[in-house]
């Protein structure tokens, strides 16, 4: 990172403070929106997530109309085959125009955000003045986009944790517990019942067993780990 300069670090800076100020794991994408709207700016910001295997999804929309590439400039491919070809090629796009687009932003950069090797979305920043992103910045971007979607995937495992280790100490883990120790002993009967063809205790045992089987989905339902 010898080549960025010291505005470039405070952005980087920026986005890796965020997790700092999350308190729930929804925050980030507005966070990380607040850093970079001071720099390197932005009138209209839309955040795209994957959905599916090749579908994505907006997840935050900054500005009355997301910001697409046929809004940004010409439209030199539908937005499905550009984000297509940015998972192909992991570089920003980065343009500058003359003349406003469609939706009133003469410069357009879209970042691909990577996370190691797995691809999570796409960030498009519109801005109204031209030559706003900087050609020659494709080294920060490509950066930016990474750092991004590496404080996302930090503060969802974070609160991935914390949720879990509330699970694990809550009243509904208790009852997950005995459920689970109820429906393990009364099927470790289940083979002496069926030997001894003791039909009375074996419909008890089984109707054990499936009362205990019913409390543990109840358990996991309500606590969204199904």
């Known amino acids: 990172m010898s ?14 403070a965020v997790p700092e100020h999350c308190n729930a794991p ?44 046929g809004g940004g400039g010409e439209s030199l491919f539908g937005e499905n085959q550009f984000s297509g070809w940015m998972r192909g090629s992991r570089k920003p796009v980065v343009l500058s125009m003359s003349k406003r687009g469609q939706q009133g932003y003469s410069s357009f950069l879209s970042l691909p955000l990577w996370n190691g090797e797995r691809y999570t979305g796409r960030l498009n920043l519109g801005h109204l003045q031209s ?4 050609r020659q910045q494709v080294n920060l971007y490509t950066l930016l986009g990474t ?7 930090l503060v969802e495992q974070r609160f991935a944790v914390q949720e879990t280790a509330t699970f694990l100490r809550s009243e509904k883990n208790r009852e997950f517990r005995r459920s689970l120790t109820d429906l393990l002993s009364h099927a470790r009967v289940l083979p002496v019942m069926v030997e001894a063809r003791n039909q009375r205790h074996l ?17 996991l339902r309500t606590s969204g780990t199904e």
Request: without cysteine.
């Open 147 to 153: 750092q991004i979607a590496a404080v996302v995937s």
């Open 26 to 69: 929804d925050e980030v994408y507005g966070l990380v929106l607040d850093v970079l709207r001071k720099d390197p700016g932005f009138d209209g910001a839309t955040w795209y997530g994957q959905d599916g295997e090749h579908g994505e999804r907006i997840i935050l929309q900054r500005g009355d109309i997301p910001v697409t590439l």
């Open 203 to 219: 419909k008890k045992a089984a109707q054990r067993i499936l009362e205990a089987a019913r409390s543990i989905e109840d358990t």
């Open 3 to 16: 080549d960025l300069k010291e505005r470039d670090l405070n952005i980087l800076t920026g986005v890796m």
């Open 131 to 134: 030559g706003i992103y900087n």
